[in-house]
C-alpha cells in the first residue's frame, strides 16, 4: 500500500486547511487509518482515527475542531482531515497510517505502534 498525504501549509491562527491522503495498491485490506502529527521535540502523538465501520476518534486537544473522513473505492482511500479554528501549537508535521486491521483504532496508541504503513507527511505551520 501506498500512502500519500498533501493539503499541509502556512495558515494563520485561526484560519483552515483541509488534510488529504490517498492510499492505494492493496487497499481492500485495510480497515482502520488514522493522522498522527509531530512537532519538533515532541513525540508523536495520535490527533484522530477512523475505524472499519466509521467510528471515529479526536485526542481531546482537537475535538470540536478537527474532522476525519474517508472515502473508499476499488482501488483508492482517501482519508480527510478538516481542521478548523487552526492554533499554534497544531503545527506539525502531519502523518497518515494504515492499519489492516481495527487494532490499530481501538489500541489508540500514542505512538502509532499499531498502524503498518505511514506517508511521508506533510508541513503544517500556524503563524500566531
Known amino acids: 500500500v501506498q500512502v500519500v498525504e498533501s493539503g499541509g501549509g502556512l495558515v494563520q491562527d485561526g484560519g483552515t486547511l483541509r488534510l488529504s491522503c490517498a492510499a492505494s495498491?492493496?487497499?481492500?485490506?485495510?480497515?482502520?487509518m488514522g493522522w498522527y502529527r509531530r512537532s519538533p521535540g515532541k513525540k508523536r502523538e495520535l490527533v484522530a482515527a477512523i475505524s472499519s465501520e466509521g467510528q471515529t476518534y479526536y485526542a481531546d486537544s482537537v475535538k470540536g475542531r478537527f474532522t476525519i473522513s474517508n472515502f473508499r473505492d476499488n482501488s483508492k482511500i482517501t482519508l480527510s482531515l478538516q481542521m478548523n479554528n487552526l492554533r499554534p501549537e497544531d503545527a506539525a508535521m502531519y502523518y497518515c497510517?494504515?492499519?489492516?486491521?481495527?487494532?490499530?483504532?481501538?489500541?489508540?496508541?500514542?505512538?502509532?505502534?499499531?498502524?503498518?504503513?505511514w506517508g511521508q507527511g506533510t508541513q503544517v505551520t500556524v503563524s500566531s
Open positions: 495498491g492493496s487497499v481492500v485490506s485495510i480497515d482502520s
Open positions: 497510517a494504515v492499519s489492516y486491521s481495527d487494532f490499530g483504532f481501538f489500541s489508540q496508541n500514542p505512538g502509532g505502534d499499531d498502524y503498518a504503513d
